[in-house]
């Protein structure tokens, strides 16, 4: 019994084994064998939430999680208006959405600093260990030119190369997403630990090269160009903070020498996307000729790999947004005919499939929805759910606001990063829908640093008050 006490007070252990079923059920294999073991964690989650609520209710200090618990109270009703349709699926994402609020979202206020950041040291750790194991097998799938097609639950996998794109593993925007993710954890690592062991700093940087290389290859614009958007911001308001010489110079002049540092981040990535490109392009033909050195019969030729997206050469419809315009039509007119309450995300594909003008973009709007996070929650909860969300973003906007504002001590440079994560996850929002209704690892880590950015800001906001 005082073992069961232990793994339920034990929040750190449920959020690493959690993070790491997440990042392995990326693969569509994995998912199928995995996805009983998720239910089980479930369970896991619950049990905690019971225990924490029953002896110390210390994940409910935060006055916000109530607005998320509200955004899924209204989410029931919809779920209840839409009974026909998906019922039990439909409660089962509830229960997971409930879990991860208060499990990740949900934080202690009083819990000391230290502890916290050691959390938050440690899970962020482990996503960039598991995103460079997986990294690492999709480069090798390009490298040695591996491809192969297989069906798990009526569904297609795909490993290495398609359409012109490095699906490795997954699918070709899931892998960009993670890359970016990892690129940015291990950026922050190397901006706030210089201390680090020599061996340490160059895995990260091993880390860095493996994870942008992996994001060329993808062709994933979402996650580039939010990654660019979120490190431009960035470099913006930290600047000042690592070059004390720009805080005593006149305003504007301050102003122009950030807003330059901005456009030297952004038009570095957008070159050293294209350079590393085309130099990734003649691995597959190097790789074959080192792997036949020493045999007589074969002919040295270095060929280069095309590695253009493929709806350039097929002229899709849809342009740079690859058809999304299309789905946002429809799921638009979905929304205008449900837009109190909603349709349930699960419901999202059988009410939105009829308004397609083109049919042929069936099949995305079936995987991926409308590919945008906003319009997903408009239409899945109407306007009865979303003003809960928008309610919950104002509180939380203007405590973290409040608190970079007021703040100039050893917190602020970690507030800073953790807003610019959060921004780089809203900017991919407006392309696609992952961090609600649906359990994936995006969903977690999403809420997770979230939650964890929140207990710095509304502590702040507090201390200040006092």
Request: with cysteine; aromatic share 14%.
């Amino acid at each position: 019994m005082t073992n069961l006490v232990i793994v339920f007070k034990n929040n750190l252990l449920f959020k690493i084994i959690l993070m790491i079923v997440m990042l392995l059920v990326t693969v569509p294999y994995l998912n199928a064998v995995l996805s009983p073991f998720i239910r089980i964690l479930l369970l896991w989650g619950f049990g905690y939430i019971l225990y924490d609520f029953v002896t110390g209710r210390r994940l409910w200090t935060s006055r916000s999680l109530l607005l998320l618990l509200g955004f899924c109270a209204a989410y029931a009703l919809t779920i209840l208006w839409n009974r026909e349709l998906y019922f039990v699926a439909n409660v089962k994402a509830l229960a997971y959405m409930v879990m991860v609020f208060i499990l990740f979202y949900g934080h202690d206020n009083g819990k000391a600093e230290g502890d916290v950041k050691r959390e938050i040291s440690i899970l962020s750790h482990v996503f960039v260990a598991g995103t460079f194991l997986l990294s690492f097998v999709c480069f090798l799938t390009f490298l040695f030119s591996i491809k192969h097609v297989y069906e798990v639950n009526g569904m297609l996998g795909y490993l290495g190369m398609w359409d012109n794109r490095l699906w490795g593993l997954y699918n070709a925007n899931t892998g960009g997403t993670l890359n970016v993710i990892s690129i940015f954890l291990t950026g922050s690592f190397l901006l706030m630990g210089p201390g680090k062991k020599r061996t340490v700093r160059v895995f990260y940087i091993i880390n860095l090269v493996l994870q942008f290389c992996c994001l060329v290859l993808t062709y994933s614009r979402t996650s580039c160009y939010s990654m660019m958007i979120a490190f431009a911001v960035g470099i913006y308001f930290l600047l000042p903070h690592f070059k004390p010489a720009i805080v005593s110079m006149k305003r504007g002049k301050a102003a122009l020498v950030r807003l330059a540092a901005a456009g030297v981040v952004l038009v570095s990535i957008f070159l050293l996307n294209d350079i590393v490109r085309i130099g990734l392009s003649y691995l597959p033909s190097l790789t074959q000729n080192i792997i036949h050195i020493g045999d007589s019969d074969y002919e040295f030729e270095l060929t280069q790999e095309m590695l253009a997206r493929i709806e350039g050469i097929e002229q899709r419809e849809g342009g740079l947004l690859t058809g999304r315009p299309i789905l946002w039509k429809a799921g638009w007119k979905t929304f205008q005919s449900s837009p109190m309450l909603g349709v349930t995300r699960l419901g999202l594909y059988d009410q939105t499939a009829g308004n397609l003008s083109d049919p042929d973009w069936g099949p995305d709007l079936k995987a991926g929805g409308v590919h945008n996070g906003y319009l997903t929650i408009l239409i899945s909860s109407g306007l009865g759910g979303s003003v809960f969300l928008l309610a919950f973003w104002g509180m939380t906007g203007r405590k973290f606001l409040q608190a970079v504002s007021r703040t100039r001590g050893k917190n602020t440079v970690l507030l800073l990063l953790g807003g610019i994560f959060l921004l780089m996850f809203f900017i991919m929002e407006i392309l696609e829908a992952r961090i609600l209704y649906q359990m994936n690892v995006f969903m977690v880590i999403f809420w997770m640093y979230y939650g964890y950015i929140m207990y710095f800001a509304e502590r702040e906001c507090d201390a200040k008050m006092d």
